[in-house]
């Protein structure tokens, strides 16, 4: 599954209206649990499908939206069960929700349909930019709403494979790092943009300022907008620049190494400060799965010492972080650590002696999108 996410400029009457929904799902998932909970303490057991069904329906929103935040209910409520059955003690019941907690609206199957313009029941015809083409079969949609009230439709989409041979490019061997995003071994270097410092920096000073607000207070509420809104402004940038990117390199190259776990550790490291992290994840799984249909291939190499050994005779040169050179007394190489770092991680993935082509085998960075919502 791939998701296309798209803006939609809905009508005031049609923004309305979704608010409106909004505030409707908030309503039916808060009466599913409250219901679940009175009905718990009263007879001893939770309500059954049929009582959710029956209360899904009466909730005015649309039957697909409904069951979708039935269905949400539920698990979560057999979740918690399960978790506190196998002696989970922490195991927390699915928590009431305020209406900036309720998001978007989701269609599991029906209610909308899309070409020029995106049809959804019972809003109408709402304006859609599809700056790209949907490639393959669209599942469901859900329709979301951000802090900024910025509307968007995202599709999921199950994709027909198409695998294109070999673009024939050349191959490339990428180091991962902070201050520059890559370093490559024909010496091309993507830097991070420098728009995304400024507001990284602007929403380090906005987590500040929200420190010091009193808990509970107005102005507290206030700031805490405002950081929501910094923060979908820096998720935004970065995932644009990582896109056109990520495009550009499998357009350009036949085969990209990457290191393997790379962005696990580096986001250990940097646990806490993630909004500074470079993206590593999210760059390494817009390559692997724009890779195949461009005649690309991804391979991630074992990440063992690529900085400290050397690119040309293999003699292991420790650097500490701050020893931005690489030379090398065996052999007298001199190079950009980087660049030595990046050439060796392509070697392992041509090579073959490390036995990875993990094409598809992507490593697990830290989700931003799962960071945006935690706020
Ligand atoms: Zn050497």
Known sequence: MKCYRFRIYPSKTQEKQMNTHLWLAKNLWNDLLEHSKTTYQ???????????????????????????????????????????????????????????????????????????????????????????????????????????????????????????????????????????LATLSDETIIKNPRHLKKHADHLASLQQLLSRKKKGSRNRWKAKREVALAYEKVVNTRTDFLHKATT???????????????????????????????????????????????????????PKNTTQECSCCHQIVNKNLTERTHECPSCGLTMDRDLNAAHNILARATQGHWGSNAFGDVPQGTSLKEEAHAL
């Not at 350009?252 to 986001?267: D, T």
């Not at 992290?277 to 991804?298: H, I, R, T």
């Open 248 to 302: 550009n390199l499998v357009n350009s190259y036949s085969l990209i190494a990457l290191e393997k776990l790379a962005s696990q550790e580096m986001s250990e490291q940097n646990f806490g400060k993630s909004i500074n992290d470079a993206g590593w994840g999210m760059f390494a799984n817009m390559l692997a799965y724009k890779a195949e249909s461009a005649g690309c291939q991804v391979v991630f190499v074992d």
């Open 42 to 180: 009263n007879f001893d057991k939770f309500p059954t499908k049929s009582t959710f069904a029956a209360m899904t329906k009466d909730s005015g929103l649309h039957s697909q939206v409904a069951q979708e935040i039935g269905f949400r209910v539920e698990k979560g409520i057999w979740r918690y069960v399960k978790l506190r059955k196998a002696g989970d003690r922490k195991a927390g019941f699915p928590r009431f929700r305020s209406i900036d907690r309720i998001k978007s609206l989701h269609y599991s199957q029906s209610g909308f349909s899309v070409d020029q313009k995106l049809k959804v029941t019972p809003f109408g015809e709402i304006p859609i930019v599809q700056h790209r083409q949907i490639n393959g079969k669209i599942k469901t949609l859900s329709l979301k709403k951000e802090t900024s009230d910025k509307w968007f439709a995202c599709f999921a989409v199950e994709e027909t494979p198409t695998i294109k041979a070999s673009n024939g490019k050349p191959k490339v061997g990428i180091d991962l790092g902070l201050k520059i």
